[in-house]
């Protein structure tokens, strides 16, 4: 799932943009979530992010199945 907000929306206090976020999500909580999928849900691969680690900065890294498994057959076309 994915939230936009307007450019105005990053200039908020913290605290505030905090109260907001509760709201938005207590609204889609309440709504049902009609887009809940569970690959919305999926997690962010923190390991995959180039600099994450000394070792994601060179591209074998990546090949390493024990550090990412392949991708479904149906994403794969």
């Known amino acids: 799932m994915y939230r936009r907000v307007e450019p ?3 200039a908020l206090p ?3 943009a905090l ?3 509760d709201a938005w999500l207590a609204a889609q909580l309440r ?3 009609p887009s809940l999928s569970p690959r919305s849900l999926s997690p962010l691969p923190l390991l995959g992010i180039p600099g994450v680690t000394a070792d994601s900065e060179h591209a074998e890294y990546y090949r390493d199945p024990r550090q990412f498994r392949p991708a479904p057959r149906a994403r794969r076309a």
Do not use: K
């Open 31 to 33: 709504a049902g979530f």
């Open 19 to 21: 109260a907001e976020t």
């Open 8 to 10: 105005g929306w990053l």
């Open 14 to 16: 913290a605290p505030e």
